[in-house]
């Protein structure tokens, strides 16, 4: 099982930024998918971006473009750090948004679907608000 946890939530105004970042730890094998999601009030979850251990990433509908996704990793490979990177941010991106991770991976490439991911953090609110 791998140990998520996010930080770096908080209030922000509109048009402003914020980064999020999440560590993950304890992957029993050196393949991985990692993601975030995020549950507005009242809407489903909704996949933002996820990583994979190569580095390739894949972005939820209408988030590329504001959202940026990366990661650094260790160099044993037994942890890694994900960020979400949020820009020009809007009331509408008020949310939870979560980490996930999956390892091995559920398919062969990451995707930014709940099913593909066993493994979440508790969340980080992010709220944007004037």
């Known amino acids: 099982e791998v140990q998520l946890v996010e930080s770096g939530g908080g209030l922000v105004q509109p048009g402003g930024s914020l980064r999020l970042t999440c560590v993950a730890s304890g992957y029993t094998s050196s393949r991985y998918c990692v993601a975030w999601f995020r549950r507005r009030p009242g809407k489903e979850l909704e996949g933002v971006a996820s990583v994979s251990d190569d580095g390739v990433t894949k972005y939820g509908y209408s988030m590329k473009g504001r959202f940026t996704v990366s990661q650094t990793v260790s160099q044993d490979n037994a942890k890694n750090t994900l960020y979400l990177q949020m820009d020009g941010l809007k009331p509408e991106d008020t949310a939870m948004y979560y980490c996930?991770?999956?390892?091995?991976?559920?398919?062969?490439?990451?995707?930014?679907?709940?099913?593909?991911?066993?493994?979440w953090g508790q969340g980080t609110q992010v709220t944007v608000s004037a």
């Open positions: 996930a991770a999956s390892s091995p991976p559920a398919a062969p490439i990451c995707t930014t679907i709940e099913a593909d991911f066993n493994d």
